[in-house]
Structure formats: C-alpha cells, structure tokens
C-alpha cells in the first residue's frame, strides 16, 4: 500500500475546501456609473480609499440636495430619492473619512458663501433623539414666548462618522430615534410622541451616510433593529483601502470646480420648484427599462439564503435598486429611467445585500443550504407528477445521505417561501400519515421556462409620452439624452409590436394602455403580443 496516495486522498477529502467567507468584491465596472463613477475616480486616483467609498459618500449627498420634487410611484407610495449608506470597513483600513473628502470639497465649491446656492443642509454628526432631528427641519415651534420660525427647505444630508453612536442612542428606554429614521426613509413626518406641544417637521427630505466598523455593529446591533426594519432601508458598503499612500496628493481644484458646476447645473434643475411646492415632477420607467424591472424583480425580491436576519435586513433591495435608478436618470436631467439606469441600480443593491450577508454572518439564524434546495427541486421537476413523499427525498432524492432534520431543514424555508406545497395524505387502516411534497405549479413552468404572466404596463407608455412633453417644454432636458437613452434601450430584443410603440408619437402613445403576454426565460422577457 501506497502511504502517500492514502494520505493524499484523506488530504482531499478532509481538507480541500474550508468555511472562510472572503470579503464581497464589488462589481466596479457596472456600479461606477455616470457623474457618481466619475467622482469615485477622481476621488481614489492616486490615493488609499476605494472607488466605491466614494460613490457610496457621493450617492448619498445628491440624494438629500435632489429634494422631494421629482417623485416615482411605485403603487399608491410615492418614493423620494432619498438613500441612506453606510459604509463598514475595519479600523484604520476603511478610509472612512477620506471617502468624504472629495465630496465635501465639490459641497464647499457650489456654495462657496453664496446665499443663492442650490444645496440643503448639512448635519455632521451627533443624532440623538426623534427631536433633535426635527429640530433641524421643523415647522416652526414657540420657544419661551418667541415664536422659530419654520425652515421651509427641508433637504438635510446627516453624516454619521460613528454610527455606532446612532445605534447606542436607538437602545436607550424611550428613544425612538431609529423610528423616526424608518418613518423618515419612508417619506413620512417626524412627529412627537409626547402629549405636549412638540417640534414636529413635515414632509422631510433627509438622507444619511453613516461610517462603522464590522466589530462596532456587530456588537452594537439588536435583533429588533434588523427584523424592526431599520436595517433594510440602509444600503451597507463594505470598502476598505485599495493600496498604501503616504503622501497622496489632493484633486486638483480645476477638477473639483469642473465636477461642482456640472453638479451645480443638476441640482437645480432637479430641485425645480422646491420647497414652493413637491411632487410636482412624475419619473417613470421607459418600456425596456419595465421589461428589464420584470425580469429582475424574482430574484431581488428572493429572500436572502443566508438566514433569516440577513434575508430581514435585504427585504428591501428593490426600492434602494429604482431610488438609485433614480438618481442617475436626474444627474442626466431625464425623468426617464432606462434600462441602463435599473442596471446600475441593481449592482448597487445586490452588492449591499453581500455587504450584509458579510457582516452579519454568524449573528443569528441559519444560513439555507442552497446546494441541497436546487438538487431537491430539480428531482420534483423529473418526477412524473412533480411531487414526492419524505422517502422518496430521503432514499432516492438524497441517497440516504441526509437526516430527517436535516431534510426538515431544506423543506422547511421551500414551504414557506411556497416554492413547494405540502400536503398530507390520511393514513389507511393502521398506517401512519403521509407527507407530500409537491412542486409549486408555476414554479415548475419557470424552471421548464414556460410561465406565462399577463402584463400591465399601466402606465408605463402613458407616462413616457408625458415625460416626452414634458422634456420638449424643459429646455434644460435636451434630445441628445433622451435619444442616447432610447438608444441604449434598443439594444434589448423587442417584438416588432413592441418596437413599433417605442416609436409612436406622444400623441398616440398617451392614449393607450399596453397589455402584454410575456414569456420569462432564462434569457430575460420575450414579448409575444402587445395589443391596443
């Protein structure tokens, strides 16, 4: 007998592979994208912070000085733009505050001690209470007998240095802090929950990028605050340095003045009438871009498979995708979202959903055995009637490999997710009951890539002919972009139905409402029939 053979075949078996996690690798090419890519360029060029840092820092900001005019339904809710980011890295690697430096710079040259600056506020730090919030946007209140007058424009970007300041108020009896940042977030009022007479703030437009360490919010964060929904609404960044510089050179100021007249010219065109008035200006997706939202949506409403409190804090990937979306149709003075833009959108949230499952692996829940799923789904799927009993998964599906908890916790999250349907047989005369396994009818015909769903793109046309109006009133909305938009729309095979909608005039698209057939397979949404 060959010794070495046998110790290198224990070798193989025992240690080929290990349970180490690497930190998430970010997809630069698709998130850096736009004025926000071209920020996080210059802002890393020649220096220690990572690109991403900085676009994370960058999005956040435009997002409060956008406002509240420019709005997109998503049913009855109108969503904002408004983000907010936290950027996590280890101490001394994150370059958490270099991230902002660039940032603050382009910041200081748009207002450069103009009073007709288009910029909101800024809050650096030190949120303690539901009020203190307010206090910085509030409705006016009576202070003594002097009466504080309102602040009317209500755009306020919060930067959070230590963020685990934030969460270490939110523990505190009687805090409600971290609500008013989910009411915020949401587009709600920030109210008092006291019976007197207290600082309330309306309609907000409050947006916060906060900087943390994984060791800080691994230990600062509370179950409550991940299942409760703070965590959902936060797009988590995880970015550390890329390299080691010791005496970076600063961005050169024509740069940084180039990049704040450009980002000058945006923010007041997005701003519009506000704080006048809001949600005067309606976003909409153009056709392409909703065939491309509905191929996608499946998957980034999916729960999270890395357990329960990662999937809680991930639930929300689809509004952080079109609020990101969002942003960059308006750094492009459209309010059409492209197909482009969902693109950029999408890399964005799920590049936050592995920042979570990163971080706050091994704090709770167990991780779902994704291997194993796919293999019990793919056994319903050959078998004739697309269902099995327990032993059949267990002698035949798993080849006896697998325990009867083990097997409990593969069904398990399947039934719930109703991807499988159980159901229970009556014993006969003596018997036992019977379990059922069952493959959900429509999950069937995904995987046999023939699902059928009835589309109704209520307005989706509708909407693109009135933005089209819209941007021919608007001289500061100009062809070029919404051609080069459309252009990029094109390059998504469309039915010749389909096509021909893209290129009817204003006038007849408005009048109509689309209802199509789609097919999904594994190559997206195939229209078959678009019909008046």
């Known amino acids: 007998m060959n010794w070495d053979n046998v110790a290198d075949s224990i070798y193989q078996a025992a240690d080929a592979t290990d349970g180490i996690i690497p930190p998430p690798v970010p997809d630069n090419e698709a998130m850096l994208s736009g004025i926000i890519g071209e920020i996080a360029r210059v802002g890393s060029d020649g220096k220690e912070v990572h690109p991403v840092a900085v676009a994370a820092a960058s999005l956040s900001w435009l997002s409060a000085e956008i406002g509240p005019d420019i709005f997109l339904p998503l049913g009855d809710t109108n969503h904002h733009c408004n983000l907010f980011t936290l950027h996590i890295g280890r101490s001394a690697r994150g370059g958490k505050g270099e991230a902002l430096g660039l940032v603050k710079r382009i910041r200081k040259s748009i207002i450069d001690d103009r009073y007709d600056h288009p910029c909101g506020q800024t809050h650096n730090g030190g949120l303690s209470s539901r009020e203190g919030l307010a206090g910085a946007v509030h409705d006016g209140y009576k202070q003594g007998k002097e009466e504080v007058p309102p602040v009317y424009d209500k ?10 300041n934030t969460l270490a108020q ?17 587009g709600g009022n920030i109210q008092p929950l006291t019976k007197g007479k207290g600082i309330w703030s309306t309609h907000p437009h409050i947006a916060l990028h906060g900087n943390i360490t994984p060791g800080e919010l691994q230990s600062r964060i ?7 929904g703070t965590f959902n609404r936060i797009l988590m960044v995880w970015a550390e340095r890329t390299c ?39 976003a909409s997706l153009t056709p392409c871009a909703a065939k491309l939202w509905l191929s996608l949506y499946p998957e980034i409403k999916r729960p999270h498979p890395a357990g329960d409190l990662v999937a809680a804090a991930t639930e929300r990937r689809a509004p952080i995708c079109l609020r990101i979306a969002l942003i960059h149709a308006i750094l ?15 890399s964005w949230a799920q590049y936050g959903a592995t920042t979570a499952a990163y971080v706050l692996a091994g704090l709770g829940g167990k991780a779902r055995d994704q291997y194993s799923e796919r293999k019990l789904l793919q056994f319903l799927r050959q078998q004739p009637r697309r269902e099995a009993d327990r032993r059949t998964l267990t002698n035949v599906c798993f080849q006896k490999h697998v325990s009867g908890p ?14 499988i349907i159980r159901r229970e047989e009556e014993p006969r005369a003596g018997g036992r009951k019977r379990v059922i396994y069952l493959l959900r009818a ?22 693109f002919a009135d933005n089209e109006r819209a941007a021919n009133r608007n001289p500061q909305s100009p062809h070029d972009v919404r ?50």
């Open 170 to 186: 939110g523990r505190r009896d009687g805090n409600t802090l971290l609500p008013a940042l989910r009411e915020v977030w949401d």
């Open 244 to 282: 080691l510089v010791a005496l970076p050179d600063p961005t050169d100021a024509s740069i940084v003045g180039s990049l704040a007249r450009h980002l000058d010219d945006r923010i007041r065109w997005a701003r519009g009438s506000y704080p006048t008035a809001r949600d005067n200006r309606r």
């Open 406 to 419: 083990a097997l409990d916790s593969i069904l398990s999250p399947l039934v719930d997710d109703g991807e």
């Open 483 to 532: 051609n080069a938009e459309m252009s990029a729309d094109s390059d998504y095979p469309q039915s010749p139905q389909a096509a021909e909608e893209d290129h009817l005039q204003p006038e007849e698209v408005d009048c109509r409402r689309l209802i199509a057939t789609a097919t999904i397979d594994d190559d997206g949404i195939d229209f078959e029939d678009v019909r008046p």
């Open 155 to 164: 755009r306020l970007w919060v930067v959070e240095a230590e963020f685990a």
């Open 442 to 463: 429509d999950n069937a015909d995904f995987a046999d890539n023939k699902q059928h769903v009835r589309l109704q793109i209520c307005g989706a046309s509708a909407d």
């Open 332 to 346: 492009e003075k459209s309010l059409l979202i492209t197909e482009a833009h969902i693109k950029v959108g999408y």
């Open 222 to 228: 509370e179950t409550r605050e991940i299942t409760g």
